[in-house]
């Protein structure tokens, strides 16, 4: 197979089955149990003696701040928040890992090689052998796919079973609706034994729903969403032109992102909740830096969103009102 193929799928994938054998490892008592806790002492132990300038250059980008082996207690409870992910990526309870939370990942269970780019061009024949086990499912179906972001992730709204039920009914879905109705004889024999009053409901509701999903069919839907300067608006997937609202792509629709909105700091505004939890997050764009209501990805540079930490308001909100 040729290296061109190894995709980011095939890295998470390649992460997780390293994490199985961890779990039996030297740092079984950090990964059997990968709690925040558990997850920021093996952070400790991989980083004290890690000269690797890839790992520390992603060691910075997860928490904001350069490792120092003498200053271990910078590890505090916002950066225990940020491993909940890492956490929970172990445990597969998330389907949309960031690419540093991955790339923190595979320095925790030592998978080798790593990075992303290494991974690719230098993965060894055995690797090859369990990366296409992992790309096929217990039916031998291939289930990998070229997955580079998290975005990519997300389910299309065009998927298989919704084409399916719109081909079901593509013959009637441009007929009139007042031609569509059809008498109960139509559907059961007149001439036949008088029937149960609870197959004859049965019959009337499901008229009723089929004429309910061909109307539902036959009206235009809006399906689709484009980003209007600090939140997002929801469009016809079929809008050109004139008709767009900015220079922004029209999306398909995502009810996880539809809500995201940009947000104006002032004085005012909250940062973490009563728990100590980021609830404003953030993403740099060229030398200035975006604040945004929820987590996901910058809508104008694609940048993954990163809760606020004390550091990033210091640095970027609290220096300039001093300036």
Known sequence: MPMSNITFEDYRKAIKAKYEKEIEGDYSNNLSSPTTANLRNLCIKRFTSN??????????????????????????????????????????????????????AAILVDLQPRPFNKFRKQIDEEDLELINEL????????????????????????????????????????????????????????????????????AITAILVGLGLIIYLALPQKECMQWSGDHYEIVDCNLKGEGLITTNPVELLDENLVDLKKVKICDTTVYFDKNHNAIIWYAKRGDSIDFFNSHGRHPENNSPLKPVTKYILDKYVNKKKQE
């Open 135 to 202: 790309r096929t499912d217990n039916s031998g179906k291939d289930v990998s796919s070229d997955i580079l972001s998290d975005k990519a992730e997300i389910e299309s709204p065009n998927d298989s079973k919704t084409d399916l039920v719109l081909e079901e009914f593509e013959p009637i879905k441009n007929q009139e609706v007042e031609s569509i109705p059809l008498p109960i004889s139509a559907f059961v024999n007149i001439d036949e034994k008088p029937i149960s009053k609870k197959i004859r409901y049965l």
């Open 51 to 104: 000269t690797n300038k890839e790992d520390l250059n992603t060691f910075e980008s997860f928490f904001d701040f350069p490792f120092d082996k003498e200053k271990k207690n910078l590890f505090g409870e916002e950066e225990l928040n940020k491993l909940e992910a890492v956490k929970r990526f172990f445990l597969g309870r998330t389907e949309r890992p960031t690419e540093d939370t991955i790339q923190l």
